[in-house]
């Protein structure tokens, strides 16, 4: 690319920097200017310190980011009560059947007019369901245009817009794609994650080019969110490049004695998952797998190590857990640390590394396993059912046969065999893994970084022409004024609610949402 380009990055919060590290760098690396908007500067439970967006302002002048400034746009509360409804819907496809889960957290997020006929069954027949999706999509996108996007985009005057990961359940990240389509900006969304475009929302606002990381998302945008194929591009997972050219930082016995296991035993790592796919149960489940490995009768198994790792996102079970045996089973480290700068890196790729396999239920450090070429390992366990074959993403690692990459088992017994002959020849499940990074990671082939070719789209497509959109007419300005009186509505009921009341309610939705967390799916019972 002969012209440096302004690209601005729309994020949802801060907790993006570790999944789009590696886009970011590779634009900053091409001679790009980067500015990244989030749109809510907390990052979630998770450990103070920077962030890698601190990290980059400090390696790379070109490189800012700031929180947008908040919204006073009384429309916004009733369109994304809209966008949930749609969202909804679409967990009420034959495809999202399995998907219990998925589809609770929707419907606790819909309003009543989506939640009552799918309670009443009226959008059981299939033309009714898509009827009354096409109708929310139709009022849904005559909402108006986003001043504050408006704004963000007028003032760093980008020749791209890139959003990521936009299908978060009720976004407004689309209302940045509206803004930009006004002003005849091109658009990119990137998808970060291997689960974006299954576990979330629906994709309302179509991107001029779609970015995924293989030919199984590729599918995913185009046959669940109706994207045109010729606009979405597979690359890789441009989020995990880094950990291709990673490097031990310490020997297999020296790292065993610095978390406090036995530097004579091997050991297995258990990677936690957040808080929607385990909640505080993985305690628990933790504890019994443990135990089983201790009482199974096999040496291999009795005297294996066990290092436990929480989920960066999901940690305040653990540090009050009693777990630890010294020198046979560790939880570290405690504070959920997620791998942003050098030393959290280190230790988290050393933990993988020297790990003999490693177990999860689902989550993403399971992927990131297999590039360091370690076996994984799963039981599908009824307390987790549901966001395990309850979730579309978690069947592209647990394919059938040797194309998958996880080792599903259906029982302890299984499990625990698996587990004890992995620990007697671990490189059984070499070629099998090799499988699964040419496909789903490194669809270019296992020396091509994804990066490089993700930002080689973003340059396309900030050279293609592209006029601005009209402004719309009066159904636009009709829905606009209808929208914003309800959201005017909605802000003075919230005011003359009593405070009291107001902590009432969201204690009573916050318990609601960890009962749901820990209900057992359907299929489970």
């Known amino acids: 690319m002969s012209m440096p380009l302004r690209i601005l990055v729309v994020l949802r919060a801060l907790n993006m920097d570790r999944i789009t590290e590696g886009f970011l760098r590779g634009a900053l690396d091409a001679g790009h200017t980067v500015h990244v908007a989030l749109e809510h500067r907390k990052s979630g439970p998770t450990t103070e310190g920077d962030s890698l967006f601190d990290v980059l302002v400090d390696e790379y002048p070109e490189f800012s980011y700031d929180g947008l400034p908040r919204r006073d746009e009384p429309w916004l509360y009733p369109a994304t009560r809209l966008r949930c409804a749609i969202d909804f819907v679409r967990y009420l496809e034959p495809e999202f059947a399995g998907a219990e889960r998925l589809r609770s957290r929707a419907r606790s997020r819909a309003p009543w007019y989506a939640r009552l006929p799918a309670a009443l069954r009226l959008l059981r027949p299939a033309p009714l369901r898509r009827a009354f999706d096409r109708f929310l999509r139709a009022v849904e996108r005559r909402m108006p245009v986003s001043e504050r996007s408006l704004a963000m985009i007028r003032d760093f005057e980008p020749d791209v817009v890139v959003v990521s990961p936009l299908v978060e359940t009720g976004s407004t990240q689309g209302d940045h794609l509206r803004a930009a389509d006004r002003l005849g900006i091109p658009t990119v969304l990137v998808v970060s994650s291997w689960d974006n475009l299954t576990t979330k929302g629906v994709i309302r606002d179509a991107p001029d080019v779609t970015i995924v990381w293989n030919e199984d998302q590729v599918r995913e945008a185009v046959e669940l969110h109706g994207l045109p194929a010729d606009s979405v591009v597979a690359t890789g997972a441009h989020s995990h490049d880094h950990w291709f050219a990673w490097e031990p930082s310490t020997g297999a016995r ?61 940690f305040r079970s653990w540090l009050d857990a009693d777990l630890d045996e010294p020198g046979r089973m560790v939880v570290w480290p405690r504070g959920g640390v997620a791998p942003t700068d050098r030393q959290s890196k280190e230790e988290y790729f050393d933990s993988l590394y020297h790990a003999k396999a490693v177990v999860g239920i689902n989550t993403s450090a399971l992927v990131d396993s297999a590039i360091v070429r370690r076996p994984v390992f799963t039981m599908v366990h009824d307390q987790f059912r549901g966001t395990q074959t309850g979730t579309l993403h978690f069947s592209y690692l647990a394919r059938e046969g040797d194309d998958g990459l996880l080792n599903v088992a259906e029982s302890w017994d299984e499990h625990l065999d698996q587990l004890a002959s992995v620990l007697r020849a671990a490189d059984g499940h070499h070629e099998r893994i090799e499988r699964f990074l040419r496909a789903f990671i490194r669809p270019h082939g296992l020396d091509q970084p994804a990066a490089p070719l993700a930002i080689d789209a973003v340059e396309r497509a900030a050279l293609a022409e592209k006029n601005p959109l009209s402004e719309g007419g009066l159904i636009r300005w009709a829905v606009g004024a209808i929208a914003s009186a309800l959201g005017r509505l909605h802000l003075l009921r919230e005011r003359l609610r009593p405070r009291a009341l107001r902590r009432k309610i969201v204690r009573r939705r916050r318990r609601r949402a960890r009962m749901r967390r820990r209900k057992p799916s359907k299929a489970s019972r």
Do not use: M
């Not at 990677?271 to 929607?276: D, E, H, N, R």
């Not at 933790?286 to 290092?307: C, M, T």
């Open 254 to 314: 020296e790292f065993a004695a610095k978390v406090g296991l036995t530097p004579e035993r091997p050991f297995l790592l258990y990677t936690c998952s957040s808080g929607f796919i385990a909640g505080d149960d993985e305690v628990a489940f933790v504890r019994e797998w443990a135990q089983r490995l201790a009482a199974s009768g096999d040496p291999e198994l009795k005297s294996v190590g066990v290092l436990v790792r929480p989920h960066p996102q999901n």
